[in-house]
């Protein structure tokens, strides 16, 4: 690659013709490896193989995935708006979001798989009866979110999965902290390139909405062109086997990346820490430390900032040669992303 852009790689493990127990296995092995997310389709019935195969529900699974994972971040990819009440789900999230210690993104979509619709008795009508439905409910779902007690434990961003330029992206502007595509390099720097000019029609910062992307194929050069189109956070693809070979590979590659001593406190852009020049093997032993500006106890900024943080890490590094670290001024560069 050329001069080295700092990128997350997460997985979207399929949840499907395995068991319970290989499911479980799918996602501790990436865990340990250090992958900045966890990601479960939300669907009822296997997408291939044997349609009659086994599969897993996915609010289930991540509620199991909260616990059990430390990953930065985890969510579905994305949950269908057309499946459960707005208002239940905001519910569901929250409560998965607490589970998680605050990892939870929310991710949504107006869906598209006609079998869970016909199997489970939901109207499927067409694609514009879809989105007009997620259209009127990512408000309502936002309005519930602020109303529960408890409300989530952590920021909760919200992903769109889109790329109707439309109405899609036009709603990614309006409501998300994350969007989700599926699509070439080409194509997805066209759409990217319309939210942006979105955000600007109604006065909003381009640069608060991360580009994710469910990418495969991923050598150095194919790579560092998405790098250039704009992607920020590469969605690998997991499936039964669960080999993970390929997500080994790109995550060398992100750990290629220098650290600086900002990025050794704060993360970048989440508490996902590791890289040359970093005494530590991956995952980064301060991976998902709790940061905390001094003085201050839990509390979430909305925007980067200027701060001075500390942490003490020498409960989770015990073999590194830095045991403590305080009061260090460094940038969050996605302070919103951030655990307590």
Request: hydrophobic share 40%.
């Amino acid at each position: 690659m050329g001069k080295a852009k700092r990128f997350k790689v997460g997985v979207t493990i399929h949840p499907q013709q395995c068991t319970i127990q290989e499911l479980r296995d799918a996602w501790r092995l990436p865990d340990e490896l250090g992958v900045d997310s966890f990601w479960f389709w939300d669907h009822f019935f296997p997408l291939y193989g044997n349609p009659n195969g086994n599969h897993f529900e996915c609010w289930s699974i991540l509620a199991a995935v909260a616990i059990d994972t430390r990953a930065p971040q985890i969510g579905p990819m994305v949950t269908c708006m057309g499946y459960r009440n707005p208002d239940m789900l905001a519910s569901i999230a929250a409560t998965v979001d607490q589970l998680s210690g605050g990892r939870l993104v929310l991710g949504v979509g107006a869906g598209w798989f006609e079998r869970d619709y016909d199997e489970y008795g939901y109207e499927f009508g067409e694609a514009r009866d879809r989105v007009r439905l997620f259209r009127e409910a990512v408000p309502r779902l936002k309005e519930r979110i602020k109303k529960l007690h408890p409300g989530p434990a952590g920021p909760m961003p919200i992903l769109i999965a889109g790329g109707g330029e439309q109405v899609m992206l036009r709603l990614v502007a309006e409501h998300a902290q994350m969007w989700n595509t599926i699509a070439g390099v080409d194509e997805f720097g066209h759409k990217s390139g319309l939210i942006d000019e979105y955000c600007r029609r109604i006065g909003r910062d381009p640069g608060e909405i991360e580009r994710t992307a469910n990418v495969g194929g991923l050598t150095p050069k194919v790579v560092e062109e998405w790098l250039e189109a704009g992607l920020q956070h590469f969605i690998l693809r997991l499936a039964h086997p669960f080999d993970t070979k390929a997500l080994e590979r790109v995550l060398r590659e992100r750990d290629a990346c220098p650290t600086t001593r900002a990025e050794l406190i704060c993360g970048w852009p989440t508490n996902n820490i590791s890289g040359q020049g970093i005494a530590f093997r991956a995952p980064h032993p301060l991976r998902g430390a709790r940061l905390l500006p001094l003085g201050r106890s839990r509390v979430f900024f909305p925007r980067p900032f200027w701060a001075i943080v500390r942490t003490n890490a020498t409960s989770r590094c015990p073999d590194a040669s830095i045991v403590r670290t305080n009061a260090w001024l460094g940038r969050f560069h996605r302070a919103d992303q951030f655990g307590q």
